[in-house]
T-cell receptor
């Protein structure tokens, strides 16, 4: 079974600085999808960024980018120019390409932005 | 507006009193799923449905039931709730064929079982 691990329960960063959230996963499959979700205090699950395993290029979305290391099974999220609105719980998630579309989530990392 | 609607958003109840959390989506999605979120554990799948009348267990199905009589609705039923089912619950949906597209989540239901 696939597993996803986020080893940093909490992180903090100064406003305008850069922070990297770590995620590792375990799978025997070669094709899959990886996601980062943001959960602000409102509890909504908001998609931040996605990565397809067969694409070598790292995904980017404005201030958010990933460092996808397929061989190391690592999928870290970098947030540049951190803003107060980035404060949230962040979840890394894995999804298989075939079969049921279950998302396997990591434990989450709570990010605090210090003004 | 495309959305997944869960009700209620908050519920405090007592052990053994049957309850239903409703989930409805207006995007004609085939796939629907329920997750529960607990501190330190992330989100874990309870049940899922690939289409009408097709449901299956996820990773933590004990104590829950679901049904999929209509494509848009996927209610979560707790026949005899217990305190260990106190949690934050999310319903999600997506098209089955669009594997690179993210699932759409509802706004969550906070359940407290006393």
């Amino acid at each position: 079974a696939q597993t996803v691990t986020q080893s940093q329960p909490e992180m903090s960063v100064q406003e305008a600085e850069t922070v990297t959230l770590s995620c590792t996963y375990d799978t025997s499959e070669s094709d899959y999808y990886l996601f980062w979700y943001k959960q602000p205090p409102s509890r909504q699950m908001i998609l931040v960024i996605r990565q397809e395993a067969y694409k070598q290029q790292n995904a980017t979305e404005n201030r958010f980018s990933v460092n996808f290391q397929k061989a190391a099974k690592s999928f870290s999220l970098k947030i540049s120019d951190s803003q107060l609105g980035d404060a949230a719980m962040y979840f890394c998630a894995y999804r298989r390409p075939q079969g049921a579309q279950k998302l396997v989530f990591g434990q989450g990392t709570r990010l605090t932005i210090n003004p | 507006e495309a959305q997944v609607t869960q009700n209620p958003r908050y519920l405090i109840t007592v052990t053994g009193k049957k309850l239903t959390v409703t989930c409805s989506q207006n995007m004609n999605h085939e796939y629907m799923s329920w997750y529960r979120q607990d501190p330190g554990l992330g989100l874990r799948q309870i049940y899922y449905s690939m289409n009408v009348e097709v449901t299956d267990k996820g990773d933590v199905p004990e104590g829950y039931k679901v049904s999929r009589k209509e494509k848009r609705n996927f209610p979560l039923i707790l026949e005899s709730p217990s305190p260990n089912q106190t949690s934050l619950y999310f319903c999600a949906s997506s098209f089955h064929r669009d594997r690179d597209q993210p699932q759409h989540f509802g706004d969550g239901t906070r359940l407290s079982i006393l």
